[in-house]
């Protein structure tokens, strides 16, 4: 048996056709353009390409998008002080720094710095602890994501043995979070495994939806999956370079084998990247329609 592909890309296209119509009436109606702005802090490539696809996303989108490229030995100090001008802008109502941010700035500082209402990336901790409780928040953008896609491909979460592989504050425990909560795309008995679990293939066999945050290259093999699984790789591994300099890409899992056992997974690139993205649109809009006082 193969695999079905969960297309990422497809899914994403879907809900960004949503998001570009409720753009343009929001515009129509009510005069509001969502207002987003990147702020990037050197020259790392992978964020580099990350910004510039979010930047290019939120204008085919017909946002009000800024891109704002700081220097990598900006002070902490002058960072604070340019997210507060943000946080003061009535056309902005998305602000995201781009993480990881270089070793002499205090990355919490910095989250913590950014207005809990403009926080479309969902890190702020107000919207952490909101995301925990169940109330209305912004949620972060790959779990969020990674909901939709199994909504939107009818993929039975309640009562499923979810595991996840990899604990980090921006995947591992937030969509942990989201799929044990009384929700769509929820109500999952959920395991989480990380670097000391002692025995991760025990835990990965027995699930009926696996989730693989772990950043390292293919390091689920498909003797630890069982038939039928539902496997959702969050891993963007960069393996190599064409000859023309474009990255060659893998994910967390090892998809030739995996999808040879799994009833359903998400391919790399073409997965959960452009989900990301899209629901960071999808916040931008949320946040300017709260700022309207539309929503
Ligand atoms: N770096 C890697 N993923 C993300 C993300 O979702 N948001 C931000 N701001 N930085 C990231």
Same mark, same amino acid.
């Given at each position: 048996?193969?695999?079905? *592909?969960?297309?990422?890309?497809? *899914? ?24 987003? +702005? ?125 595991? +996840? ?106 997965? +959960? ?11 931008? +809009? ?10």
């Amino acid at each position: 048996m193969s695999a079905k *592909i969960i297309s990422g890309t497809e *899914i994403a296209k879907q809900i960004r056709e949503e998001l570009k119509q409720e753009v343009a009436e929001l515009k129509a109606k009510h005069g509001v353009v969502p207002g987003l +702005v990147t702020i990037l802090v050197g020259e790392n490539p992978a964020s580099v390409s990350y910004v510039t696809a979010k930047q290019r996303t939120a204008h085919d989108l017909g946002f009000h998008s800024v891109q704002d490229t700081q220097p990598e030995d900006i002070s902490e100090e002058d960072l604070l002080a340019l997210i507060e001008k943000y946080n003061n802008d009535p056309d902005i109502h998305g602000i995201l720094v781009q993480l990881p941010l270089p070793r002499q700035i205090d990355e919490s500082k910095v989250l913590y710095a950014i207005s809990p209402d403009k926080d479309v990336d969902g890190f702020h901790p107000v919207n952490v602890g909101k995301m925990v409780i169940g109330e209305r928040c912004f949620l972060p953008c790959t779990p969020h994501g990674i909901l939709e896609m199994l909504i939107r491909s009818g993929v039975e979460t309640s009562g499923a043995e979810v595991v +996840v592989v990899g604990r980090s504050n921006i995947v591992g425990k937030p969509i942990a979070n989201l799929m044990l909560q009384k929700r769509d795309g929820g109500n999952a008995t959920v395991t989480i495994c990380h670097t000391r679990t002692k025995d991760t293939a025990f835990h990965t066999k027995r699930a009926d939806i696996l989730i693989v945050a772990a950043g390292r290259p293919k390091v689920i093999t498909a003797d630890m999956v069982k038939d039928g699984v539902v496997v959702i790789d969050v891993g963007v591994n960069r393996i190599g370079q064409t000859p023309e300099g474009k990255a060659i890409l893998c994910g967390d899992v090892d998809f030739d084998a995996i999808k040879e056992k799994a009833a359903a997974i998400t391919p790399v690139p073409g997965g +959960v990247g452009p989900m990301t993205i899209t629901m960071l649109m999808k916040n931008t +809009v949320q946040a300017a329609k709260q700022f309207a006082g539309l929503a």
